[in-house]
């Protein structure tokens, strides 16, 4: 069990530009789930996968925000035409099914200037 | 609006002494509840959790209250040790388990020596 891995760690990137995140989840875990954070906040729910597909989306994943898990692995997350708002830090979690607890990674902190 | 409300940003401890952490939510259709420990740079933690159909649950030093009819739950620790300084978070889902969480906004726990 090497964990929830994130990449990048830190992404500093200008207003306008598309940045694109990984997550690697525990291996065998099917649950895949993209969490953003922000300062003084808890974790807010974006999406989550089963295996490859994408079974729920939240109202905060405007259409700038795309999510795929292609073969049912890893998963990334792209966001487009950034806006300082986007700044957060974005949390990935995976679990071997909807009654086990999230495991979170350590996260990507965008910063959008 | 907040369905998951942490009112305590913060709390200090002495080491060896009762850590009380509460919470409170709106949503009735909620029925799984967990607590999240959260250390600086790292991603959340999972600690314990809790069922709508109990009212306790106990996992060593942790134990979670649930008092469905005051939609309140809390976290105890016993004996607290500095170790356990970090911000904690509580969850809520209404699905029977754990597809989408709901945070509150977390209390930053210190344990002093």
């Known amino acids: 069990d090497t964990g929830v891995s994130q990449d990048p760690r830190h992404k500093i990137t200008k207003r306008g530009q598309n940045v694109t995140f990984r997550c690697d989840p525990i291996?065998?875990?099917?649950?895949l789930y993209w969490y953003r954070q922000t300062l003084g906040q808890g974790p807010e729910f974006l999406t989550y996968f089963q295996n490859e597909a994408q079974l729920e989306k939240s109202r905060l994943l405007s259409d700038r925000f795309s999510a795929e898990r292609p073969k049912g692995s890893f998963s990334t997350l792209e966001i487009q035409r950034t806006e300082q708002g986007d700044s957060a830090m974005y949390l990935c979690?995976?679990?071997?099914?909807?009654?086990?607890?999230?495991?979170f990674g350590n996260g990507t902190r965008l910063t959008v200037t | 609006d907040q369905q998951v409300k942490q009112n305590s940003p913060s709390l200090s401890v002495q080491e060896g002494r009762i850590s009380i952490l509460n919470c409170d939510y709106t949503n009735s259709m909620f029925d799984y509840f967990l607590w999240y420990k959260k250390y600086p740079a790292e991603g959340p933690t999972f600690l314990i959790s809790?069922?709508?159909?109990?009212d306790k649950n106990e996992d060593g030093r942790f134990t979670v209250f649930l008092n469905k009819s005051a939609k309140h739950l809390s976290l105890h620790i016993v004996p607290s040790q500095p170790g356990d300084s970090a911000v904690y978070f509580c969850?809520?889902?209404?699905?029977?388990?754990?597809?989408?969480?709901?945070f509150g906004k977390g209390t930053m726990l210190l344990v002093s020596p």
């Open positions: 291996s065998e875990h099917n649950r």
């Open positions: 969850a809520a889902s209404e699905n029977s388990g754990y597809s989408t969480l709901t």
């Open positions: 979690a995976s679990s071997s099914d909807g009654y086990s607890p999230l495991h």
């Open positions: 809790i069922s709508s159909i109990k």
